[in-house]
């Protein structure tokens, strides 16, 4: 595995990595071996499957989101290959996070990512939920995918960032990564780069990031605007 370098200007850009991961792990691994059967109605499954959670229909999905027909299919099937349930707790989500960070503990930002998800927050992610925010990564403006972002980062989902959410964050990035930080962490380096992240973002200086200001200098940093475009060639 390459060592992963965490520089002060690139806190977005590491945990979009992440969520990159995530999403190739649905699209390689679970969706796409499943394809050869794409042509079928996806409605049947969805009429006929014994799950706990049935999803909408698929016109239905296909105008609340970017994806056609065909990616909507496949992207159910792995789905539901994955969670024959229909829905994904915050434990199965946990544990297929941590295929990918196995020297590192992404438990915390598992949960993170995972609240991001669940926009209902009734503690469970189905397959609305799933292609919604696969959509606004995915498919989304510019402004779309940082508003997710921020949306990731308000962890009490209060309109702003504090700093303690940030260092939260930037721990729980660390974490993840484990040994495979370049260079090898420091105990201060967490706190370092939120002061940093707010030095760049808190315009007014008044202690909290809104989606303005986030928004404004997200759009200004070249960098975090080449890391948004990595998410263009996913599918």
């Known amino acids: 595995m390459e060592r992963t370098s965490l520089h002060n200007d690139s806190l977005l850009y590491a945990s979009l990595i992440a969520i990159l991961l995530l999403i190739s792990y649905w699209f390689t691994t679970r969706c796409f071996?499943?394809?050869?059967?794409?042509?079928?109605?996806?409605?049947?499954?969805?009429e006929l499957?014994?799950?706990?959670?049935?999803p909408e229909g698929?016109?239905?999905?296909?105008?609340?989101?970017?994806?056609?027909?065909?990616?909507?299919?496949?992207?159910?099937?792995?789905?539901?290959?994955?969670?024959?349930?229909g829905i994904v707790n915050e434990e199965n989500f946990?544990?297929?996070?941590?295929?990918?960070?196995?020297?590192?503990?992404?438990?915390?930002?598992?949960?993170?990512?995972f609240n991001a998800f669940d926009t209902d927050h009734d503690g469970s992610v189905?397959?609305?939920?799933?292609?919604?925010?696969?959509?606004?990564?995915?498919?989304?403006?510019?402004?779309?995918?940082?508003?997710?972002?921020?949306?990731?980062?308000?962890?009490?989902?209060?309109?702003?960032?504090?700093?303690?959410?940030?260092?939260?964050?930037?721990?729980s990035i660390y974490d993840m990564m484990g040994k495979y930080t370049y260079p090898a962490m420091r105990e201060e380096a967490p706190?370092?780069?939120?002061?940093?992240?707010?030095?760049?973002?808190?315009r007014n200086k008044d202690g909290v990031v809104t989606i303005e200001e986030f928004l404004e200098s997200c759009q200004k940093d070249e960098n975090i605007m080449r890391s948004m475009q990595l998410f263009d060639s996913v599918i």
């Open 191 to 202: 706190r370092e780069h939120v002061e940093n992240f707010f030095q760049k973002m808190d």
């Open 49 to 54: 499957s014994t799950v706990c959670h049935r």
């Open 58 to 85: 698929l016109e239905q999905l296909q105008e609340q989101t970017k994806f056609t027909r065909k990616e909507l299919q496949v992207l159910y099937r792995g789905f539901k290959n994955e969670c024959p349930s």
């Open 126 to 171: 189905n397959f609305e939920d799933f292609v919604s925010g696969l959509s606004t990564i995915l498919r989304g403006t510019i402004d779309d995918r940082l508003n997710w972002a921020f949306n990731l980062y308000d962890l009490n989902k209060d309109g702003c960032i504090t700093k303690e959410e940030m260092l939260d964050i930037m721990k």
């Open 33 to 46: 071996k499943i394809i050869s059967g794409i042509e079928d109605s996806v409605e049947d499954e969805f």
């Open 94 to 113: 946990k544990q297929i996070y941590s295929q990918f960070f196995p020297q590192g503990d992404s438990s915390t930002y598992a949960t993170f990512l």
